[in-house]
């Protein structure tokens, strides 16, 4: 199946929290290596989530191969890098390549000035966060050696925050009217506002993450930000009749048949396991109706929308791997 995003090298996923934008952002990178791509997974919240999910040890600042993607109809499949990202070590890097304060810098780091210097001014800490992702897509001379990669998957900030945290020129604009950070700034938002970008949003069927889903979608159009596809993520399966659901939030099974079909099965049968199981059905028929509903308004938002289902026995690389098929089924990768 044909990518619906063939011209973008950077993916950027984000969500309101306990949505598992994290674990999508995992997903969607060994989806796209399984197209034989190398692609770089990257996150800067500080939580080491990519570690835990591919448990390997707490990733350092620094590029490692972490995993290979799906194997696809023979095809050889890509790799995956990790890299997590913060702003010190950022910061200390940029100098580096930039200002060649390699032992200079490191005093700095040692009197607390870069730390300082990122926590009163937190449009800063963006552009060296941000600053290290576009270096990722855009490799340049200064970083000799490294990976060419084919993409770049961001786990990012949650949805309140992504339109700031990806529109860092504007963020600038009170702090930094001319020099080498507004000058940095500027051209990253080259790439951000570009086809090669898009922002990719993981909500689950409840009212206020879609709400949330929809007022992010609204305000990166209103910033230039290109949007990506939402992610319906732990979506329950749908595999009851529409009549039966309704006829469960009605109240209106068949006692009878149920009472029979237990016994048949061998189960010893009460009058409090039946009611038990009506009220299971209820709650689960009421439940359905309301995510319905807000399918209904994830498929009105005007983007491409996948599922990916809710996996009982948690996530470990195995469940990314499925995840990472019922991406690449749909169309994603």
């Known amino acids: 199946m044909s990518s619906d995003w063939p011209g973008v090298r950077l993916h950027v996923v984000t969500g309101k929290g306990g949505t598992g934008k994290s674990t999508v952002a995992a997903a969607l990178a060994l989806a796209l290596a399984a197209q034989g791509k190398d692609v770089l997974l990257c996150e800067v919240e500080g939580r080491q989530g990519i570690a835990r999910m591919f448990d390997v040890d707490p990733l350092p600042y620094a590029e490692r191969r972490i995993a290979t993607g799906l194997v696809s109809n023979g095809a050889p499949a890509g790799v995956v890098h990790a890299l997590h990202i913060d702003a010190e070590s950022a910061l200390m890097e940029y100098l580096s390549m930039y200002y060649r304060l390699g032992r200079a810098g490191r005093a700095l780091d040692r009197f607390g000035v870069i730390e300082f210097a990122t ?112 992610v319906v993520n732990q979506v329950r399966p749908r595999d009851l009749r529409v009549k039966d659901l309704a006829a469960a939030r009605k109240g209106g099974l068949d006692r009878g048949a149920i009472r029979s079909d237990l016994e048949v099965a061998g189960v010893e049968v009460t009058d409090g396991l ?12 009421i439940r359905r109706a309301l995510e319905d509903a807000q399918r209904t308004l994830v498929k009105g938002m005007g983007v491409p929308s996948y599922e990916l289902p809710r996996l009982s026995a948690g996530i470990d690389l195995g469940s990314l791997y499925e995840l990472a098929a019922a991406l690449r089924d749909q169309g994603m990768a």
Do not use: C, W
């Open 119 to 230: 926590t009163i001014a937190p449009g800063v800490r963006d552009v060296l966060l941000t600053g290290k992702v576009y270096e990722a897509v855009q490799r340049n001379s200064r970083n000799k050696g490294a990976i060419d990669y084919d993409a770049v998957v961001l786990d990012a900030p949650p949805t309140g925050r992504i339109t700031p945290f990806l529109n860092v020129s504007d963020e600038l604009a009170g702090l930094a009217k001319v020099g080498p950070i507004k000058n940095q700034a500027d051209t990253m938002m080259t790439l951000f506002r570009s086809p090669r970008t898009a922002v990719h949003f993981v909500t689950v069927l409840e009212e206020m993450p879609v709400q949330e889903t929809a007022d992010g979608i609204a305000h990166l159009h209103e910033a230039g930000l290109p949007v990506g596809g939402v």
């Open 274 to 285: 039946v009611d038990g199981l009506l009220d299971q059905a209820r709650d689960h028929a």
